[in-house]
């Protein structure tokens, strides 16, 4: 048992000294997957005991020198293909290298047993399935045509009188039997084993992740209401001594502001619970009227900095009720919209906002700006929160890029869509960017 301890640490140590050896770089730079090193290494020590076991057995059984020279000569650049990965830093070319080496090992033994009659062709099969776990969709596509195309060039020569006669003794079958079934039980169970072992680690460190971002956004919420909450207390009181005759405007905008930041932190906080398969949304029907009235008042200051103003028509707002979730909607739908108008628009810019009822039943919410537009290549990527959109307005104000995404979010919660045409300005043509709310709503 001593023994067997010993040399498991042995063969261990020398197989994380080869790891680090291999992917250092990457590793380093810490933008590679450990698991492509490891899956990678279960696939040339399978396939390396593999091409050696049938070398060995053409050097003992076979009478013809060629398989022999071609499999030391395929065998040894296998070996030294961890070396190609270090060099390159990736796994293409390596792997490619290790598939190419075994098949023209593959097609070389199969030759001199006889050609394409012989079963020892069954190996191909296992090439596109090395390949994809590797390289994925291309490996496989790649793979399967270069070994159909071996097949097919094999059996031509087979049916065309192009082939070796067996030069293989009976012993060189029997054992050539017993390697390709021992060999394909051996990388098909290590391959499997090792990329389920590694997938139950991935999972695991996920759970753990989400655990602590669970508990960090636990602490947040709550650390984020207790003082917001005091902050909206104290300007409540503070506003009783404040004689009635005078008004501070920047003092009810603050107020207002500190009620719309517990109402959003309460939001997201149910938000999250959503997301996690917990609560429900409450869905209401509310003036789009008062939102827009709301915003108006939540962002004068930015609208009068730039002199920009909002336009729409009575007839087609002033009755009509949407069924969204209120906070939500006035704060991070309509307030993210509108914030992202006002930073691409030009000084005495315009922003227009329309509905129209749709057959279908639900209402279009058009917001139009005359702003500087949306570049086509950041088109494609506005609601993906792993890509970086932001850009500075026209004034230099900044943004995290999330509000598009935080838009869309909340708008299928509520069982509507977004949509947002764009076209940037030039010299002879003002730029401008819609974005098309489509939601079930009521005219009352």
């Known amino acids: 048992m001593i023994a067997k301890s010993m040399l498991g640490q042995i063969l261990m140590g020398f197989y994380l000294k080869l790891f680090h050896y291999v992917g250092e770089v990457r590793l380093n730079k810490e933008d590679l997957d450990p698991r492509e090193i490891h899956i990678f290494f279960s696939i040339y ?23 022999i020279i071609v499999g030391l000569i395929c065998s040894s650049m296998h070996a030294l293909t961890p070396l190609f990965y270090r060099l390159t830093n990736k796994s ?3 792997t490619n290298i290790l598939l190419s080496t075994a098949l023209i090992h593959e097609i070389s033994y199969t030759h001199f ?47 065309n009188g192009y082939h070796s006669e ?18 394909q039980l051996l990388m098909t169970t290590t391959i499997i084993w090792v990329y389920a072992e590694l997938r139950k680690q991935s999972e695991k460190i996920l759970q753990n992740q989400n655990k602590k971002i669970d508990d960090l956004f636990r602490v947040l919420f709550h650390d984020l209401a207790n003082p917001l909450g005091r902050i909206s207390i104290g300007l ?61 008042r939540v ?47 030009p000084e005495k810019g315009t922003i227009f906002i329309s509905a129209t009822l749709l057959p279908v039943g639900q209402f279009k919410i058009e917001i139009k ?55 940037e300005g030039n010299a002879f043509t003002p730029g401008s960017t819609t974005v098309k709310l489509f939601l079930k709503g009521r005219y009352e």
Not at 45 to 67: E, K, L
Not at 268 to 290: F, N
Not at 315 to 323: A, R
């Open 45 to 67: 020590f399978t396939s390396g005991f593999i091409m050696w076991g049938y070398t060995f057995i053409a050097m003992a059984t076979m009478s013809s020198n060629i398989p």
């Open 92 to 94: 293409c070319l390596p």
């Open 113 to 159: 047993l006889g050609g394409f009659y012989f079963n020892k062709l069954h190996w191909l099969a296992i090439f596109p399935l090395i390949a994809g776990v590797v390289s994925g969709k291309r490996g496989i596509l790649t793979w399967s045509s270069i070994t159909l195309i071996v097949a097919v060039i094999c059996l031509f020569f087979q049916k």
């Open 166 to 183: 067996k030069q293989i003794s009976e012993m060189g079958i029997f054992l050539g039997q017993i390697l390709m079934v021992i060999g």
């Open 236 to 296: 409540t009181l503070a506003k009783r001594d404040i004689p009635p005759n005078l008004t501070l405007r920047g003092f009810d905008i603050a107020k207002e502001a500190s009620d719309s930041m517990m109402q959003i932190t309460h939001n997201v906080r149910r938000m999250y619970a959503l997301s996690k398969g917990k609560g429900e949304l409450d869905l209401s029907y509310i003036s789009l009227k008062d939102s827009i009235d709301y915003i108006q």
């Open 299 to 345: 962002f004068s200051e930015e609208l009068g900095n730039k002199k920009i103003q909002i336009l729409f028509s009575d007839e087609e707002i002033k009755n009509l009720k949407l069924l969204v979730e209120p906070i939500s909607f006035n704060n991070q739908v309509l307030g993210n919209i509108i914030s992202n108008a006002i930073k691409f628009s």
């Open 369 to 423: 700006d005359q702003g500087i537009g949306i570049p086509l290549e950041l088109m494609d990527h506005l609601f993906d929160i792993q890509k970086k959109t932001s850009r500075p307005g026209t004034k230099g104000e900044h943004g995290t890029g999330f509000g598009l995404h935080i838009v869309k979010s909340f708008v299928e919660v509520y069982g509507g869509n977004v949509e947002i045409e764009s076209f």
